[in-house]
């Protein structure tokens, strides 16, 4: 089982960056998928989750500064972030729940297989 996060880097406050998630050793399907943010001394936290059938839930649904999507046929999920901001900064994991819906990506001990994530920092 496979997962590897890509594409962060240091950027300035308002820029965007494109996250991917590729996948592989599992049946890709039949997850839900998450990306995480687990920011400096913090715990990790779901910022965004997709279902199986393409559903999404983001941890702050006002703000809309990211949209995460997936494409089944590559195996992949993506994070599209924008208007970055410092406290955006962190390392940003994907995360795979089987089976499970929506309602559990914002608990840390559903989850079944995790990457090893990817850093963005965002400078002020």
């Known amino acids: 089982v496979q997962l590897v996060e890509s594409g962060g880097g240091l950027v300035q406050t308002g820029a965007s960056l494109n996250l991917t998630c590729t996948t592989s050793?599992?049946?890709?399907?039949?997850?839900?998928i998450s990306w995480l943010l687990q920011g400096p001394g913090m715990d990790r936290e779901a910022v965004a989750c997709?279902?199986?059938?393409?559903?999404?839930d983001y941890s702050d649904p006002k703000e809309r500064r990211f949209v995460i999507s997936r494409d089944n046929a590559k195996n992949t999920v993506y994070l599209q972030m924008t208007d970055l901001k410092p406290e955006d900064t962190g390392v940003y994991l994907c995360?795979?729940?089987?089976?499970?819906?929506?309602?559990?990506?914002?608990?840390?001990?559903?989850?079944?297989?995790w990457g090893q994530g990817t850093q963005v920092t965002v400078s002020s």
């Open positions: 997709i279902d199986r059938r393409g559903a999404s």
């Open positions: 995360g795979a729940l089987y089976m499970r819906g929506l309602e559990y990506a914002f608990g840390e001990e559903w989850y079944d297989h």
């Open positions: 050793g599992f049946s890709f399907t039949a997850y839900t």
